[in-house]
Structure formats: structure tokens, C-alpha cells
């Protein structure tokens, strides 16, 4: 009974006008808006946030002397090379003997103290006054410690200026575990270098044709890498004598003309400006 006055009582009222309907439930509305919120605050990321724009470029520790050529003081004979790629030498040591001319013996010596980096010429070979002879890496006591020469591309240089921090990977030496070199930017090159200047640096003859961070100029022609100069920071304590990211950083000892890759930040780009390819 009490179900047949259920079902007339439909029949009287079947729209059910007077009564409120229920949209959705309040956990729904909560959903709503945690997603406009939500919303709300990635699109103002999205217009006021940034991302750091970081290169990575590649260089060679290096001490702040560089690489001299020592050359021929007269023209004649090589007769005697005293001395081996890696060597370490003291101002004023006589690495070579050249029988001159007129035959004289005339010994050749080292300006700086320093570590021979290569030969370029050969016991017997003639040789004209100028002539390199062997090239050398000044590593005299008046050097403060290693830093970093990098190779940078033209189109790069506006945006890397003194005082930026840079941090260096060094090979073999894993970045998780120990994490990388820290420097600050000491010197940045305002022109390309040249074939020597990429000489005096490498340690090699080079072109900038055959030199990472070369670039191509409007006429055609490869304009060479500019040099920034980054002085690492040192630490006694650390066992490599230098800062890392790392508390203590890795159980080595650094050695110049050790290749490595430095990562530079360029500025920062906001994330709509990445989006819509600004």
C-alpha cells in the first residue's frame, strides 16, 4: 500500500519542479578548482618564470704562460736534441746543440722553466735562423695554478661576460660521484684567434678550420674560435688542490693539456617564449 501511494503521488508531481537538483558533489567542485588554480599558476610561470640557456664547450687545462716555440738562434746543423715530449726543464737549460755554419758549436736553451710539449725538428735535419725547434709550456713559479682556455664560438661571445661562474668536466672523472671543476671567467677574447694563437694554445699546428667553435663568416671564410679564459678556483685541502661541485671532489692530480668540456649559462629564456619558438 504504502508503494501504490508512492507511485500516485509521482504521477501528481512527475517533473518534480519544486525540487533543487544536485549539479555535482562537492568533492567534484573541489577538482575544479584545484585544476583552474592549477592552471592559473602555470600560465604565469609560463610568462614571468625563466630557464637557464647554458653552451657546453670544449678547451684544455692550461697554464696561464702558454706555449712558446723555442726556435733556432742561427742557421746550420741540428746536432744533438737533449730533450723528450713531457720533460720537465728550468729557465736556462740547454736542450739542443746546432753546429753552425761556420762551424761553431752554438747550444739552444729554454727562456722559461716549463714542460716540453713536442719536437719539431730532428737530430741531423738543417735548420734555418727562426726554426722551431721544440715547443714548451711555461710552468714557471711566477704561474698560480691551472686554468681553463675554452674555444667558444663567435655567436656565443655577447652573452658570456667576466665573473660568470663556469664549471668543468674533466674526463674520467665521473660528475655524479664527484662532481666538476669550479671557475669564474677571467678573460674573454674580443677576436677570433688566429692560426698561431691557436697554435700557441693547442700545443699543434692549427687552422681554424680544424678547431671546434670555428664559425662561418658572411663571405664564406671560417673565422676561429674566440678564447675565454677561465681561472679555477683553488683548494690545499681538496686532493686535486682545486674547488669541485662535490665536497672533496676526486683523488687526482690535474695536468695541463688535459682536454675537457666547460658548460657556460648564456642567460635565461621564459618557457611561453620556448613554446611559441621566440
Do not use: C
Not at 702558454?66 to 746550420?76: E, F, I, M, R
Not at 737533449?82 to 736556462?92: F, L, S, T, Y
Not at 655524479?176 to 674580443?190: D, M, W, Y
Not at 674560435?225 to 682545486?242: A, C, F, M, R, T
Amino acid at each position: 500500500m504504502k508503494f501504490r501511494f508512492k507511485a500516485l503521488d509521482r504521477r501528481r508531481q512527475p517533473d518534480q519542479l519544486d525540487s533543487p537538483m544536485l549539479l555535482a558533489s562537492s568533492r567534484g567542485w573541489v577538482a575544479v578548482f584545484v585544476v583552474l588554480i592549477t592552471t592559473v599558476f602555470v600560465l604565469i610561470w609560463a610568462i614571468l618564470g625563466s630557464i637557464p640557456q647554458t653552451t657546453t664547450v670544449s678547451g684544455a687545462l692550461a697554464y696561464p704562460g702558454g706555449v712558446v716555440s723555442v726556435q733556432a738562434p742561427v742557421g746550420g746543423t741540428l746536432q744533438v736534441v737533449d730533450a723528450q715530449p713531457e720533460q720537465d726543464v728550468k729557465a736556462g737549460t740547454t736542450v739542443a746543440t746546432i753546429k753552425a755554419n761556420n762551424g761553431k758549436q752554438v747550444p739552444v736553451t729554454v727562456p722559461a722553466d716549463g714542460r716540453v710539449v713536442s719536437l719539431q725538428s730532428q737530430v741531423g735535419q738543417l735548420v734555418s735562423p727562426g726554426a722551431p725547434l721544440l715547443q714548451l709550456e711555461q710552468v714557471g713559479a711566477d704561474q698560480q695554478g691551472l686554468q681553463v682556455q675554452l674555444l667558444v664560438d663567435a655567436q656565443q661571445i655577447p652573452f658570456i661576460r667576466e665573473g660568470q661562474t663556469v664549471t668543468v668536466a674533466v674526463p674520467g672523472v665521473s660528475p655524479r660521484s664527484f662532481g666538476r671543476l669550479q671557475g669564474t671567467v677571467a678573460e674573454v677574447g674580443a677576436f677570433p684567434l688566429s692560426g698561431a694563437q691557436l697554435s700557441s694554445i693547442s700545443g699543434s699546428q692549427a687552422s681554424p678550420a680544424s678547431v671546434a667553435g670555428a664559425d662561418q663568416a658572411g663571405g664564406g671564410d671560417l673565422i676561429g674560435p674566440h678564447l675565454v679564459v677561465v681561472q679555477l678556483e683553488q683548494d690545499l685541502q681538496n686532493p686535486s688542490g682545486y674547488v669541485w661541485t662535490s665536497q672533496t671532489g676526486p683523488p687526482i692530480t690535474l695536468n695541463s693539456r688535459t682536454p675537457v668540456e666547460g658548460e657556460i649559462e648564456l642567460g635565461s629564456i621564459s618557457p611561453i617564449s620556448m613554446l611559441i619558438g621566440g
